[in-house]
Nanobody, 122 residues
Framework: VQLQASGGGLVQAGGSLRLSCAASGVNLDFSAVGWLRQTPGKEREGVSC??????IIDYADSVKGRATITRDKNTVYLQINSLKSEDTAVYYC??????????????????YGQGTQVTVSS
């Protein structure tokens, strides 16, 4: 199983970014898939999650209204608009075959991608 995260980079505050998570070896249609982020010295925190059939879509309060999570076949995307300096972090995609966003947000998923750095300059 491999999750390949991409799309990070340096963006000015107020800009937008779309992160991608491409999966192989696991069918994301039957998993809960989400994004977490981590800054130095802090624990990883859940950002967004989508379950199979798109039946549940969840966002952390910190990105609610600015982020959209979508899926297309075996790739999941996270679009974040109106980026703020506090969005700067390493972003990880995660997938869990229990299909539970609670598990993903608890940072206890079955699979993780390698992380992609997002830096927002003010």
């Amino acid at each position: 199983v491999q999750l390949q995260a991409s799309g990070g980079g340096l963006v000015q505050a107020g800009g937008s970014l779309r992160l991608s998570c491409a999966a192989s070896g696991v069918n994301l249609d039957f998993s809960a898939v989400g994004w977490l982020r981590q800054t130095p010295g802090k624990e990883r925190e859940g950002v967004s999650c989508i379950t199979s059939g798109d039946s549940i879509i969840d966002y952390a309060d910190s990105v609610k209204g600015r982020a959209t999570i979508t899926r297309d076949k075996n790739t999941v995307y996270l679009q974040i608009n109106s980026l703020k300096s506090e969005d700067t972090a390493v972003y990880y995609c995660a997938a869990d075959e229990s299909r539970s966003c609670a598990v993903v947000f608890a940072d206890a998923a079955d699979y993780y991608g390698q992380g992609t750095q997002v830096t927002v300059s003010s």
